[in-house]
């Protein structure tokens, strides 16, 4: 295996299964050492994921890098535009690719990287009667043999305009499909990752985000003597926000962002919940809203059931009714599921109050303070339409 | 120019200057963006500068490429090992320059993205005795001819161990050299980034941080069998916050973090800052603590001529001593200075109070919620020790 990897022109061999063996040349093992240090139940799961890009530029081609270098098992990228030396102040393409469709550049590079990854590459443009077409196919490919509307786990939306990511919130909204949504701004220095599940929380149509909220045509961006500014550093981290939390939705650790803005001159890391909106103008959005609310009973029946489960595996600890030294036992089950790596409170008195509480921050995302569920959404809409109509 | 770039095999030419001009075959257009766009007052600065990089890791590279793509003048690259199939979970190496040093590998790829990067490569051990040496040799070069003690304009320590963080802590104190530090949690999931400014902040023997201090051996991460949890995404996001924050410090712009954690299973960013620590066991820090107390008349007077100047200055603005209607004048040159892209105050009501105002976390970091300035090192040496030593 050393001998081929050692010749530039020979790609390493693929492999059948996901090896946790700690040597030099197993390309997973400090993957699954999740495992074994107990933030991922099941990192092997990763094979059986399927997720489609939409965009691949600044962040769009890191995500696609991020995803193919933990073993995704299939990556489905779209974009239609060319690879340009203007794009060289951002990661992953090389100036060599000059002139390349985005898409096959990606797909050079990534199978390179990891042969295990299955890449299908589009080049079309989603907006477009016949891309949108193709693309709704495409996503739904594969969906029969698995009883699903879609074929994809996840859509990471990774455009720089408006327009392509309404098209985005149509696919999935007609799809049932949760998707993610990313976006840098025009300055470079700020960016967000946001969570759309249709029906449950606001659908793109419902809210766009402040970021592109701004009031600006965005087919402006393109046009000849003007252009926004963009930098591998903020790219980067929208990046590696968003794959880390598509990777947490997907194999089920810590706690998964509904909204997570940055701010990199200040180094503000501003985070929100937005309910849907019961006027969207999405009517796939209000149906899926629909299906949301007719499903609560069921939902409501699990959530008690596990609730049961719960309080009866409590039941097995030993009850004292005579607490008078106010003693409380702590489940370490219980300790253990929160998947905080490092332990605050572990740590003695002096260390432990000079940083603040994650806690106590990010858990009651309606407590107002950093978070809030925005309910009125008639009225944001109002706000926006008036901002972008300016 | 684009019939050249077309061919995989030779690389673009470097250019002269970089250039604002808006077309598909300026690779600088969207970074000179920047200054456009009020963000960077002179960004051809960049080109003036040296940074080095110890530790070609999940961390450095990346750095080292962002570095690369913004167009900084030199880098020096320091690290021993050779390229692992093992890294490939990691962005930036790819799977054909296994066996490589990560030194060559690293001027390989970057050369080919940015010919204009003075490159130099290090492949030694700095926490040797001759390496050690050659690191200080090669960090004072150039430093003659600019009259300073250190010939680079920043030390970014991208290493995954505590022996070489003091190697580097080591030379950074003995040549007054500004550093910056990064490390990523052996599970994978969080990270930090921190500022050390000689004798103005504490340095790493001060108060090494939370993420090292957690009495691990940290060589047994390289014992056969046991190895470390790593996340493309976490390294990813790590590498951006500390270049960002670099390139924050070089051309002046924002606010530089002292330190800055992330927690990826909450999305939580602690901040906090460091002061020095009167009782270092490092004597060259305490040196530079004794060299910093001496020129505080000497601060105090540039900051006073400062506040002097901006009063003044204000003193030109029409005064309205009848004020019934509490109108207050915003000055434009100072709203613009704050260098914030998005301006929640310019956003309608419904829109402001759904977030978080950024001021109110981040500026004062001696408000105690969200950050605080550790005063009482000596007992929190004391417990660090402690948990090192158990």
Redesign the interface.
């Known amino acids: 295996?050393?001998l081929i990897?050692?010749?530039?022109?020979i790609?390493?061999s693929k492999v059948k299964e996901l090896s946790a063996e700690?040597?030099?040349?197993?390309?997973?093992?400090?993957?699954m050492?999740?495992q074994?240090?107990?933030?991922v139940e099941n990192y092997e799961k990763i094979r059986d994921f399927s997720v489609a890009i939409v965009g691949i530029g600044g962040v769009g081609s890191?995500a696609a890098?991020?995803l193919t270098?933990?073993?995704i098992g299939r990556l489905l990228l779209y974009d239609y535009d060319t690879v340009?030396?203007?794009n060289?102040?951002?990661?992953f393409f090389?100036?060599?690719q000059?002139?390349m469709t985005k898409t096959d550049a990606a797909v050079q590079t990534l199978s390179?990287?990891?042969p295990d990854v299955v890449l299908e590459s589009y080049s079309l443009n989603i907006t477009t009667v016949k891309g949108f077409d193709t693309f709704i196919e495409s996503l739904k490919r594969k969906s029969a043999e698995e009883g699903r509307s879609s074929g994809v786990d996840l859509v990471l939306s990774c455009v720089d305009n408006y327009e392509a990511r309404m098209v985005v919130n149509q696919a999935c909204n007609e799809l049932n499909q949760t998707w993610m949504e990313s976006g840098v701004?025009?300055?470079?220095?700020?960016g967000h990752i946001q969570l759309l599940v249709p029906g449950e929380t606001a659908c793109f149509a419902c809210a766009p985000p402040?970021?592109v909220a701004?009031g600006v045509d965005e087919r402006t961006l393109k046009r000849?003597?003007?252009?926004?500014?963009?930098?591998?550093?903020?790219m980067?981290?929208v990046?590696?926000?968003l794959?880390?939390?598509s990777?947490?939705y997907l194999l089920k650790?810590?706690?998964v962002?509904p909204y997570?803005?940055y701010?990199?001159?200040?180094?503000?890391?501003?985070?929100?919940e937005m309910k849907p909106n019961p006027q969207c103008s999405n009517s796939a959005c209000l149906q899926r809203q629909k299906e949301y609310i007719q499903a609560k009973p069921a939902r409501d029946a699990l959530a008690k059931a596990k609730l049961d489960a719960e309080s009866s595996s409590e039941a097995e600890c030993p009850l004292h009714m005579d607490n008078e030294w106010h003693i409380s036992v702590v489940d370490d089950s219980e300790a253990e599921s929160s998947?905080?790596?490092?332990k605050p409170d572990a740590?003695?008195d002096?260390?432990v109050?000079?940083?603040?509480n994650?806690?106590k921050?990010?858990?009651p995302p309606a407590s107002g303070?950093?978070?809030?569920i925005?309910d009125?959404l008639e009225?944001?809409q109002r706000?926006l339409d008036?901002?972008n109509s300016s």
Chains 1, 2 share one sequence.
Request: proline fraction near 5%; aromatic fraction near 4%; charge should be negative.
């Open positions: 295996m050393t990897m050692k010749s530039a022109t790609r390493r700690v040597v030099d040349s197993n390309p997973y093992s400090r993957l050492a999740l074994r240090m107990g933030i890191v890098e991020m270098r933990c073993g340009e030396l203007a060289m102040n951002r990661l090389r100036p060599d000059v002139g390179d990287i990891n701004s025009e300055d470079a220095v700020s402040l970021v701004s000849e003597g003007v252009c926004a500014a963009s930098l591998p550093t903020t980067g981290v990046a590696g926000l794959v880390q939390n990777l947490k650790f810590g706690q962002s997570l803005g701010n990199s001159l200040k180094d503000y890391f501003p985070a929100m998947n905080i790596g490092k740590l003695p002096g260390l109050h000079e940083l603040p994650a806690d921050y990010q858990e303070e950093t978070s809030a925005t009125d009225e944001l706000q008036a901002l």
